[in-house]
């Protein structure tokens, strides 16, 4: 009924007033202003919500969904591996271990043990572009420490915001190449309850909780509630009637196996230090 260009425009266009809204509730108008902040905000909005959800959403229409939410799991390692390439800061063996394992397990499930035969139909190319995606999702996570004096709500609202205009420049540019088109009223009228829940449900709540549970509970140990994520899409495919292969079911608990077994790790290890 609607592409996922015009969605993601509608459903942030909304979810960015909400997020306004709130901001002004809790903080005052004050807040709303960016502080000399203004171009590092810009850039996380752009990169994390407009980058994410373009890159998720436009592949979601190449490949299945159970396969993007796999890859999406796998931001745990991709976090690791971030960090110590913009601040040095070496993964411990047993992470890179687990992070090895990991990406074993995706290509696995993704690929179901075929990579050559995966080439067809255009999934890897949909895979491909829900890897960007959790790239980009990563890139937003890692830079809301750099904003340490502002509220999850502050942070939310004042990155959505550039990233909302994004995402209208990315659905102008998909509508003049023919990718995307503008939907009508009718067909918004159609699916308005389906766009109030990804307004308020996947934009406010889930963005807004997301950034919270960063700021209080770290992004490794938030990233691994992510591995949810594959678990529940795996359970509602499987309901629906969905027939997955034996490899893909590997491959799916390598990824999930593995980054709990190194979350359970730096725990221990924090526990340790600690000591």
């Known amino acids: 009924m609607v592409d996922a260009f015009a969605l993601g425009s509608v459903r942030y266009a909304i979810g960015g007033a909400l997020f306004i809204a709130i901001l002004v509730a809790l ?5 709303l202003r960016y502080e000399g902040r203004l171009l590092p905000a810009v850039l996380l909005g752009v990169i994390g919500i407009s980058g994410f959800n373009a890159f998720v959403w436009y592949g979601l229409s190449f490949t299945r969904p159970e396969h993007a939410a796999i890859i999406m799991g796998i931001q745990t390692p991709l976090i690791a591996l971030a960090v110590w390439l913009t ?3 070496r993964p411990a063996t047993f992470t890179l271990g687990c992070t090895a394992v990991a990406f074993v397990g995706l290509i696995l499930a ?3 043990g075929d990579p050559l035969g995966a080439l067809a139909g255009g999934a890897l190319t949909g895979d491909f572009l829900v890897f960007l995606g959790a790239l980009s999702w990563v890139t937003y996570t890692l830079g809301s420490a750099r904003f340490p004096a502002w509220s999850p709500v502050r942070f939310t609202a004042l990155t959505v915001i550039p990233g909302t205009l994004g995402l209208f420049l990315v659905n102008a540019l998909a ?3 023919g990718i995307g088109q503008v939907p009508t009223a009718e067909a918004l009228a159609s699916i308005g309850w389906q766009i109030a829940y990804f307004a308020v449900g996947t934009v406010v709540l889930g963005v807004l ?5 960063v700021k209080y509970l ?5 990233m691994l509630m992510l591995n949810l994520v594959p678990v529940g899409v795996f359970a509602i495919e499987a309901a629906l ?3 997955f292969t034996a490899i893909e079911l590997a491959g799916a608990a390598l990824v999930i196996g593995a980054l709990v077994a190194n979350n359970f790790y730096l725990r221990y290890a924090g526990r340790g230090t600690a000591r």
């Open 218 to 222: 770290g992004p490794l140990n938030t």
């Open 27 to 31: 903080e005052g108008r004050q807040a």
């Open 209 to 213: 909780g997301f950034n919270f549970s």
């Open 87 to 89: 601040r040095g800061v």
């Open 175 to 177: 509508v003049n190449a």
């Open 110 to 112: 993704v690929t179901k």
């Open 241 to 243: 009637g969905q027939r």
